[in-house]
């Protein structure tokens, strides 16, 4: 039976009928797709530590070992080897500007598409999978799990989290600094978000990153990035609930929303190359199907220069 969908939301569906949708629509796709090569969307550098060797100039220098480093008075890296049972976690960002959307979707809606994928893609290879899902503060950790059953669980926890109006401006770093305490073992990590942020998660995904495998899910609409020129208009802070009427027929304004939004890609390019996770970067208006072959591609070609 489906949930009854927020004002303005589409309608929500049951776990079951929406893990379904996804089986027929996406995962079946990537299946002949990807030729069942699923190394290229889950595998960077590996989980488990192989080997120590002496560092070359094309290694990745987040893999220094600084103890043994200092011990033999030359750079070292840690090799992994690729271990094919993961557990991964996912860390979801469901604060109000989640709620936003214009195309076909609201950026909530796709980040439980992607979640239910990824979820289902990795526990029917024998995987398990968690979640620590955050709605202004930490609300809940599932407990990793395997099978059907626990994709169908992390779904239905995530649309149990309620729809806020507006709340505390998010703080990812809390989100992520959870992970950091409650997360023991050497995990696969999706960090999935809009990435509208108080300050310091940037180190703090540093931080998660340097012992596991952490990659960063941006979920975007293409109205945050461009505003059309449609006269005067009510704009909302999804997060405090703050309007104010704006003129888009003014090209100054435009002009310098443009640049925020410019400066705000930037910084976020930057934190992630700093943090050195790879970035898997889905819109409302994109096929599921594509964003993740062109993130496997991404990922294939970086390991081919490595």
């Keep these: 039976m489906s949930a009854p969908a927020p004002e303005g939301q589409p309608p929500v569906l ?3 009928a929406v893990l379904q949708r996804l089986d027929w629509t996406v995962v079946r796709r990537l299946d002949g797709l990807l030729q069942g090569d699923y190394r290229t969307l ?6 488990d530590l192989a080997d120590i060797r002496e560092y070359q100039p094309e290694d990745d220098v987040r893999y220094i070992d600084w103890n043994v480093t200092a011990r033999m008075n030359a750079p070292y890296v840690r090799q992994y080897h690729e271990d094919r049972e993961i557990t991964a976690h996912f860390l979801c960002d469901l604060s109000p500007s ?16 992607l979640v239910g994928v990824l979820a289902r893609l990795l526990t029917r290879h024998g995987n398990r999978v ?28 995530i649309q149990r989290s309620p729809h806020l109006s507006h709340a505390p401006y998010t703080a990812l770093s809390d989100l992520i ?30 931080r998660l990153a340097m012992r596991n495998e952490v990659i960063a899910v941006r ?6 990035r461009e505003i059309p020129d449609i006269g005067w208009v009510t704009m909302t802070d999804a997060e405090t609930g703050q309007q104010v009427q704006v003129d888009t027929h003014d ?28 970035l898997l970067s889905v819109s409302t208006e994109d096929s599921l199907v ?13 390991r081919a220069r490595h």
Excluded: C
């Design 130 to 157: 968690g979640a620590i899902l955050y709605n202004g503060t930490v609300e809940r950790a599932i407990p990793a799990g395997g099978g059907r059953a626990q994709v169908l669980r992390v779904l239905s926890e």
């Design 177 to 206: 600094d959870a992970a950091a305490r409650t997360i023991r073992r050497r995990s696969l990590i999706f960090v999935v978000s809009d990435f509208f942020s108080a300050p310091g998660w940037e180190s703090a995904l540093g």
């Design 98 to 113: 989640l709620d936003f959307g214009t195309v076909r979707a609201h950026k909530r809606g796709v980040l439980e598409d």
């Design 219 to 224: 979920v975007t609409d293409p109205r945050e």
């Design 290 to 302: 594509q964003a993740l072959l062109r993130f496997a591609e991404a990922r294939r070609l970086r």
């Design 42 to 47: 889950f595998y960077g550098h590996g989980l």
């Design 251 to 278: 090209r100054g304004f435009r002009m310098r929303f443009a640049d925020v939004v410019a400066r705000h890609e930037g910084s976020l390019r930057a934190a992630f190359a700093h943090a050195g996770v790879d």
């Design 14 to 16: 049951a776990p079951e």
